[in-house]
């Protein structure tokens, strides 16, 4: 059984001061798409217990989602949530980046997970993310130096999405515009909110909320190729 990473966010705090953390779908519906028949670990820059953001877990009330904060394994798996330090990319198959504003707030900047995550891409290993997490892939580089975006197209949290609910002074740059800077073609659902997720190879991207279980389902087939 190959094993799958799943990385969160360990800020807790948006630029403006306000609550912020993983986002609650995002990670739940993806972990019950891939948890049957793959092992995941969970991770974080800080490792045990990353916050969720409160937002999340008041505006989605879905089967998966409720069930995920009450799942026992899943309580265990963030208690003994790894620090990115701490990770060895030869023990998995892929990586997986749950987004909310936290991960643009960290992850971009850290250099831990720039290496990490560059070195599962360079080792030809599935490397995923989700809305706000596709910017935890800024920095990630391939074999020669360059993006891992360069001359791709992939998907994230759209600028009008985050010009919707009011977010854009919350967060150091807007992904759509920062990864097209570095060489990504920027692809969205034909509406806000739709559902949209993008398969580059090995590289796998989920618009927003409503595209977490495209991802999941996109990295269970990937990892079965």
Sequence with gaps: MSKVLFVFTSANKTLTGAQTGWFLPEAAHPYYVLAPTHAIDFASPAGPNPEVDEGSVKSFADEESVKFLKDETVVQKF???KKLSDIKVSDY???FYIGGHGPVIDLPTDATNIKLASEFFQAGKITAAVC???AALLNATDSSGKSIFDGKPFTG???AEEEAINKVQDIPFLLEDAIAQKGGKYEK???VWGAHVVVSGILITGQNPAS????GEAILKALKA
């Design 157 to 159: 949290f759209s600028n």
């Design 212 to 215: 977490a279980k495209g991802v």
């Design 93 to 95: 198959a892929a990586i």
């Design 132 to 134: 706000h997490g596709t």
């Design 79 to 81: 208690a003994q949530a």
């Design 189 to 191: 659902a034909s509406e």
